[in-house]
């Protein structure tokens, strides 16, 4: 589908590195791998917020006979190195290192921090980059970086959920802000590898919910007479208080058998609430190469009861990469087929929607609301 406008607001040479927290640390010479999967939001002068996943990357990650990695320490940040011969590096986003298999272990080809990015009200501006409001790793579950920020507005407040990446967990961490812009640290909230955690914007049946999407390396097979594939899916949790989460029952959106384009499914946007009930962005997976296509989709929950899905639109995608948006960045391009939205506001007619596009820059799409059956 095509929608107007649908740009690219936002690149990794709009950041300037000296602002970069790795500065006072790493020696050697780094660059904006990516600068994508905003966390999106409107401010309350009307602006909206991009809150930007900056991975900056070593530019010459190989010397030595060495591939090496960032971490943060309480000492500052550090390379650590891993012979070549013990890693794959078949993934640009990480390599395997060897000798931990057959249990797989990762090192990261970069390190991602937060940049706070000020847009127009219509979201096809720049107003203004936040270098002094900038969120980077200081504890040691961070030490890999902080990943995918996704905001909700909750009783006049902001939260934010983050992927937090350490030895320690792959754990989701909130943050919270009284004007959107200064977000202050609130505790790990969902444990060991689980990650695309959305807050609904507001309660349904006087209780808090959430999409999680809790991964693993173990799982077993559906039935030959089952309509879905094992793994991944998006679940449902409910909290009295934003901070203790137990999971529903029952699970929730799952990727189906004969449906090669959504063979692993997850998160994408926070559901917020509309006339026709609770809207919400997904992404879906269609496996090919080493990392698949990813396209958004979307679902609509009873807006009482959202573990009642009103309608699914799992067929026909919403959004898709677009090649024509970054073919002048093609000396950057280091994957392609991916489009993951992260955002979307209501701007009275038509939703504004932040993604990331190629795990490079950030994506802005306005969408008539007429799209998904909802009036104005």
């Known amino acids: ?40 939001t409107r401010l309350p002068d009307g602006n909206l917020l991009m809150m930007v996943r900056v991975a900056e990357a070593l530019k010459e990650p190989v010397f030595n006979g060495n591939i090496h990695t960032i971490r943060w320490s309480v000492e500052g940040y550090k390379l650590d190195s891993y012979p070549l011969e013990d890693v794959n590096t078949d993934d640009p986003r990480s390599f395997l290192i060897k000798y931990d298999l057959p249990s797989p272990l990762l090192g990261l080809t970069s390190l991602s921090w ?23 790793p200081n504890r040691t579950s961070q030490e890999y970086g902080i ?26 961490s909130l943050f919270s802000s009284d004007n959107g812009l200064n977000y202050s640290f609130k505790g790990i909230i969902l444990d060991h590898q689980n990650k695309d955690m959305l807050l609904f914007e507001g309660k349904a049946g006087g209780r808090y919910f959430a999409l999680t999407r809790p991964l693993g390396s173990l799982y077993f097979p559906t039935g030959k007479d089952s309509g879905f594939l094992p793994g991944p899916a998006i679940n449902l949790a409910e909290s009295p208080d934003l901070y203790h ?48 296509k990813y396209r958004t989709y979307w679902a609509l929950l009873n807006k009482d009861d959202p573990t009642e899905i009103i309608r699914i639109e799992d067929k026909t ?20 087929n991916v489009v993951f939205t992260t955002g979307i ?32």
Request: hydrophobic share 35%.
């Open 1 to 40: 589908m095509k929608f107007e406008p649908d740009i690219l607001i936002f690149k990794p040479k709009d950041i300037d590195l000296d602002y970069s927290p790795l500065r006072k640390d790493i020696q050697v010479e780094t660059y904006v791998l990516g600068a994508f999967n905003p966390g999106f």
């Open 114 to 136: 937060l940049l706070p990015v000020e847009l127009s009200a219509d979201g096809l501006k720049i107003i203004k980059i936040h270098y002094d409001k900038i969120i980077s």
């Open 147 to 172: 990943e995918d920020a996704r905001i909700s507005q909750i009783d006049g407040k902001y939260y934010m959920t983050t992927c937090t990446v350490s030895s320690e967990r792959h754990a989701t």
């Open 245 to 292: 989460w137990k999971p529903t029952d029952h699970p929730f959106i799952r990727p189906k058998k004969g449906n090669m384009k959504t063979d692993r499914i997850g998160g994408g946007t926070p559901p917020i609430l509309t006339n026709q009930g609770w809207l919400m962005l997904y992404h879906a997976v269609e496996t090919s190469e080493k990392i698949g």
């Open 317 to 336: 995608p919403l959004l898709e990469a677009n090649p024509l948006l970054t073919e002048n960045l093609a000396g950057s391009v280091y994957m392609d």
């Open 345 to 376: 506001v209501d701007a009275g007619d038509h939703f504004i929607m932040a993604s990331g596009e190629i795990d490079l820059a950030c994506r802005i799409t306005h969408i008539s609301k007429k799209v998904f059956g909802i009036e104005g």
